[in-house]
């Protein structure tokens, strides 16, 4: 299995950002997908997740409103729209597969994800 993230970048505050995270060597399907991330100096916290079947999703309060979280079964992508960027969103942001039934809530619990990418750096510059 394989995350593959990228799209991170350096952006003035207000501005947008698209991620981006391919998956392989997996049934994408049976996956849930999630966004975390880490800021310099802290742990790591979740951002967003999308339902295996695309149903429904999750955010971090942090996030509500300014980041859109979607994904394409057929291509085994899930993307994570950034608009409205702060500085406190700068970090490295890593897309997480969780392995799911299909009435399986949604989890924001790094442990509950089974594979990982590499991570992807955002910088918001103010």
């Known amino acids: 299995v394989q995350l593959q993230a990228c799209g991170g970048g350096v952006v003035q505050a207000g501005g947008s950002l698209r991620l981006f995270c391919a998956a392989s060597?997996?049934?994408?399907?049976?996956?849930?997908m999630g966004w975390f991330r880490q800021a310099p100096g802290k742990e790591r916290e979740f951002v967003a997740a999308i339902h295996r079947s695309d149903r429904n999703t999750a955010y971090a309060d942090s996030v509500k409103g300014r980041f859109t979280i979607s994904r394409e079964n057929d291509k085994k992508t899930v993307t994570l729209q950034m608009n409205d960027l702060k500085a406190e969103d700068t970090a490295v942001y890593y897309c997480?597969?969780?392995?799911?039934?299909?009435?399986?809530?949604?989890?924001?619990?790094?442990?509950?994800?089974?594979?990982w990418g590499q991570g992807t750096l955002v910088t918001v510059s103010s």
């Open positions: 997480a597969a969780d392995h799911v039934i299909l009435t399986a809530p949604l989890s924001r619990t790094e442990t509950d994800y089974n594979y």
């Open positions: 060597g997996m049934t994408f399907s049976r996956y849930a």
